[in-house]
Every structure is written in structure tokens, then in C-alpha cells.
């Protein structure tokens, strides 16, 4: 399985949040301005980016699965308790599936 790139987790909106970022030579004023929103409002949308970012990034050695839940997590997309569950679901399928790989 191959390891995808942090920026393949970012919906099309994300991106174009970076690109003007970049653009903007990374503004956030500029950027508000740009968005029609505050500066406090920008500030969240990039802390809440960096923080799918880092999710992603800092989970490379577990599944496909568990890092895209992670950044949806980060990106606020679903709950804490519903992350919690989906998660522990995923382990324990995982765990039964390399028990049942095991004594084949």
C-alpha cells in the first residue's frame, strides 16, 4: 500500500485556500479581505488545516482508512464520539481479520 501525499486529503476548496494563501504571500489580512470574512474567521480556517494536515501526516504507519478519518476529524467533518466509533470499529475488524489470516 502506498503512503498518500498530505495535500490528497484536502478537498478542492482546501487547495484553493492554500493557493491563495501562497498568492497572497500568506496574508491572512489579505486573505480575509479576499474572502469578505474576518481575519479571526481565516486564522481558524488555517488552524483547522493545519491541524488535518498534521493528523494525516502524523499517522503514516496506520491504514488508509484511519488517516482519512483523522482528517476528517480535523476538518471537522464528524464528531469526536462518531471518530471514536468508527475507529474502534475499524480495530476490531482489523484485528479479527489478522486473526483469522494468522491461522489460515
Do not use: C
Not at 486564522?43 to 502524523?58: P, T
Not at 482508512?65 to 475499524?90: C, G, V, Y
Request: hydrophobic share 40%.
Amino acid at each position: 500500500m502506498s503512503k498518500r501525499a498530505w495535500f490528497e486529503f484536502l478537498s478542492e476548496e482546501d487547495l484553493a485556500f492554500v493557493q491563495r494563501l501562497v498568492l497572497a504571500s500568506g496574508s491572512l489580512k489579505q486573505i480575509a479581505q479576499q474572502y469578505g470574512v474576518t481575519y479571526p474567521t481565516i486564522r481558524l480556517r488555517l488552524d483547522r488545516l493545519i491541524a488535518k494536515i498534521e493528523a494525516v501526516e502524523q499517522h503514516t504507519e496506520v491504514s488508509e482508512f484511519e488517516r482519512l478519518l483523522r482528517a476528517q476529524l480535523a476538518d471537522q467533518k464528524i464528531s469526536l464520539e462518531t471518530f471514536r466509533e468508527l475507529l474502534s470499529a475499524h480495530l476490531k475488524e482489523q484485528e479479527t481479520a489478522n486473526g483469522q489470516s494468522d491461522s489460515a
